[in-house]
């Protein structure tokens, strides 16, 4: 049975909008990536405040509204730290640790989970705290009360996804995949952080 190609305008909506996202990416891999991660960022955020809020109601407590500024930073970070500083590391990542390299999966996920985790959490408790326009004291109460805890359950929860992302997936796709893990981890995140 011969194989018949199909013209885009008859293709789904879901293989277009893919379509779209890997030319997007193909000429500006950078700016996608990054405007990929202020959008599930903010949805992460979202997401955290959905349940934080289903929480309060299931014990009859008081219910906030949506913090329409927090969601906002969320998509500040994502769209200029998260995108950028995740596209650079991979990049560097591939030319530092090259797959011709004998350990490159043990060292490539150590570089991750050693170097990169604990600085791109401190970046984002800091980042954070500008954007919420606190002081250097809240900052330093912060880090002392959840940085650790935030960063041993960072490596339970991302160094499967970390493994299975720099050994597995294309490089042009890593911070994607990744974005798709952060949305929870994010949630996660802003419940820690509070």
């Known amino acids: 049975m011969p194989v018949q190609s199909r013209s885009v305008r008859d293709s789904s909506v879901h293989f277009r909008l893919l ?9 500006y891999p950078i700016l996608t990536k990054s405007v990929t991660s202020g959008i599930l960022s903010a949805l992460g955020n979202l997401l955290s405040q959905f349940v934080e809020a289903r929480k309060k109601a299931q014990k009859g407590a008081p219910v906030s509204n949506i913090d329409a500024a927090g969601a906002a930073r969320y998509t500040i970070y994502g769209l200029l730290i998260t995108g950028p500083v995740s596209h650079l590391f991979y990049q560097l990542m591939e030319v530092w640790i090259p797959t011709t390299d004998r350990f490159c999966v043990v060292k490539r996920l150590l570089l991750d989970r050693l170097i990169f985790a604990p600085g791109f959490l401190l970046l984002f408790y800091f ?18 009360r959840s940085y650790w805890t935030a960063l041993k359950m960072n490596w339970k929860v991302w160094t499967p996804f970390q493994f299975i992302n720099i050994n597995f ?26």
């Open 127 to 144: 980042v954070m705290n500008i954007l919420e326009a606190k002081g250097w004291t809240d900052f330093e109460k912060k880090m002392r």
């Open 169 to 194: 997936v294309p490089v042009q796709f890593r911070v994607l995949f990744a974005n798709m893990i952060a949305l929870f981890w994010y949630a996660y995140l802003a419940s820690v952080r509070k």
């Open 19 to 27: 379509q779209q996202y890997l030319v997007l990416l193909k000429k």
